[in-house]
């Protein structure tokens, strides 16, 4: 198991340019050591009654510099290469990203411990004309990350991965009394054929991504990712193209690692309901609407739905004289109407159907296309019933509305 302190990509092979010159305490660029603070930093708490919690650690031994950032649900850890040795301490996350940002990546950075001040320390950055005397709390006080009994070890593709955590983002809700839909259920699902799926609804909307079950994943337990770690491993992915990550997956937790950073999380202790039970099937659709170009269909919705004024911003669409072009019309009581012909590479009605219109919400419609890379499919039933829309290694579906 990870021990949360590992070595950023490449480490061993980076050629930095710190002074080999005698040196008391640590030398870093600084542009290193601000890539490895965002990271630890995304994990600790902004504000606070606990105020370790929004430092970080950070000692220095060996050739890399290591940092630890936690808010008691999540622990992160991530390194860069380092001259020099600097004992345990901690300093503001805050402080040292924002100090940081506005160095030359280049600049090198001497990081020093000082005497005790009554119980705080002192963390001394130095830097090319700058001294920054930084009050730093005992490291013994800064949490451990815990060890938990791992079921289940696998290795995932990032590009796997990103779309896991991606693609039904758009759906974790943010009402706190369903705690336990605050997140994304990350199970095994066996039927029509064993995947490994995520899963988010708001009890609106419900959005699903799939993938090949990876090999060590087969006894993995079913476990609720919090959306804000969600989020933060969201991020991390987007800087990495290839690769892979390392799960690690017990009952009450899940840990991510990479060869640049390792992220710990508290898994949500709650039962997420039976998502199966609300996916109208297929052959209950009466109708289809293909949308081959996603992007430019909400750009379309988004220019008509200028004309409403009510947060939801309700979309009628319509099917008429049994052709294939989609009607869309869009009303508010003070502002007017508008009515918006789409066209037909955008999206239009597949095979013969009677007229219909049903309504939806445009801005459950704007995340949902926003979140599919390629093209979708609207199955219909009628205005009262749930839509499926399907994509490519998902799923979504959406509540009507009255229009």
Same mark, same amino acid.
């Given at each position: 198991?990870?021990?949360? *302190?590992?070595?950023?990509?490449?480490?061993?092979?980076?050629?930095?340019?710190?002074?080999?010159?005698?040196?008391?305490?640590?030398?870093?660029?600084?542009?290193?050591?601000?890539?490895?603070?965002?990271?630890?930093?995304?994990?600790?708490?902004?504000?606070?009654?606990?105020?370790?919690?929004?430092?970080?650690?950070?000692?220095?031994?060996?050739?890399?510099?290591?940092?630890?950032? *936690?808010?008691?649900?999540?622990?992160?850890?991530?390194?860069?290469?380092?001259?020099?040795?600097?004992?345990?301490?901690?300093?503001?996350?805050?402080?040292?990203?924002?100090?940081?940002?506005r160095l030359p990546a280049e600049a090198e950075v001497q990081l020093e411990q000082r005497g005790a001040d009554k119980e705080l320390g002192r963390l001394v950055l130095r830097a090319p004309r700058l001294t920054v005397r930084a009050l730093a709390y005992p490291p013994e006080d800064f949490p451990a990350a815990q060890d938990w009994k791992v079921r289940s070890?696998?290795?995932?593709?990032?590009?796997?991965?990103?779309?896991?955590?991606?693609?039904?983002?758009?759906?974790?809700?943010?009402?706190?009394?369903?705690?336990?839909?605050?997140?994304?259920?990350?199970? /095994?699902?066996?039927?029509?054929?064993?995947?490994?799926?995520?899963?988010?609804?708001?009890?609106?909307?419900?959005?699903?991504?799939?993938?090949?079950?990876?090999?060590?994943?087969?006894?993995?337990?079913?476990?609720?990712?919090?959306?804000?770690?969600?989020?933060? /491993?969201?991020?991390?992915?987007?800087?990495?193209? *290839?690769?892979?990550?390392?799960?690690?997956?017990?009952?009450?937790?899940?840990?991510?690692?990479?060869? +640049?950073?390792?992220?710990?999380?508290?898994? /949500?202790?709650?039962?997420?309901?039976? $998502?199966?039970?609300?996916?109208?099937?297929?052959?209950?659709?009466?109708?289809?609407?293909?949308?081959?170009?996603?992007?430019?269909?909400?750009?379309?919705?988004?220019?008509?739905?200028? /004309?409403?004024?009510?947060?939801?911003?309700?979309?009628?669409?319509?099917?008429?004289?049994?052709?294939?072009?989609? $009607?869309?019309?869009?009303?508010?009581?003070?502002?007017?109407?508008?009515?918006?012909?789409?066209?037909?590479?955008?999206?239009? $009605?597949?095979?013969?159907?009677?007229?219909?219109?049903?309504?939806?919400?445009?801005?459950?419609?704007?995340?949902? +296309?926003?979140?599919?890379?390629?093209?979708?499919?609207?199955?219909?039933?009628?205005?009262?019933?749930?839509?499926?829309?399907?994509?490519?290694?998902?799923?979504?579906?959406?509540?009507?509305?009255r229009v």
């Open positions: 198991m990870p021990d949360g *302190t590992i070595h950023a990509e490449g480490m061993a092979a980076e050629e930095t340019r710190v002074s080999t010159a005698a040196q008391s305490g640590a030398v870093v660029l600084a542009g290193h050591l601000l890539a490895a603070a965002k990271v630890a930093r995304a994990a600790t708490m902004r504000k606070g009654t606990i105020p370790v919690l929004t430092h970080l650690r950070v000692e220095a031994d060996g050739g890399s510099v290591r940092i630890q950032g *936690t808010d008691m649900e999540r622990h992160a850890a991530t390194a860069a290469p380092a001259q020099g040795s600097l004992p345990p301490t901690t300093v503001s996350a805050s402080v040292l990203v924002d100090l940081l940002s070890t696998f290795s995932i593709p990032v590009p796997s991965l990103r779309r896991l955590f991606t693609l039904p983002a758009h759906a974790i809700s943010t009402e706190e009394t369903r705690f336990y839909l605050n997140g994304l259920y990350l199970h /095994i699902a066996t039927a029509p054929e064993v995947r490994l799926c995520t899963v988010a609804t708001d009890g609106h909307r419900l959005a699903l991504a799939e993938e090949p079950l990876p090999s060590g994943a087969e006894e993995m337990p079913s476990i609720i990712v919090p959306r804000h770690t969600v989020a933060m /491993i969201r991020g991390l992915l987007t800087q990495r193209a *290839t690769g892979h990550v390392r799960v690690e997956v017990s009952d009450q937790a899940i840990r991510f690692s990479t060869p +640049a950073w390792t992220v710990t999380s508290k898994a /949500i202790d709650g039962t997420f309901p039976d $998502w199966q039970r609300v996916v109208p099937h297929i052959d209950q659709a009466r109708h289809r609407l293909k949308v081959p170009d996603p992007r430019g269909f909400i750009r379309l919705l988004e220019a008509a739905g200028c /004309i409403a004024t009510e947060r939801s911003r309700p979309v009628r669409f319509e099917r008429r004289r049994k052709d294939a072009t989609v $009607w869309v019309t869009m009303r508010s009581p003070d502002e007017g109407e508008a009515e918006l012909q789409i066209p037909h590479d955008v999206a239009s $009605w597949d095979g013969d159907g009677v007229e219909t219109e049903v309504g939806f919400q445009l801005r459950y419609l704007r995340d949902l +296309a926003q979140a599919v890379p390629g093209g979708l499919t609207f199955h219909i039933q009628d205005g009262s019933a749930p839509m499926r829309a399907e994509f490519p290694a998902g799923l979504g579906v959406l509540m009507p509305m």
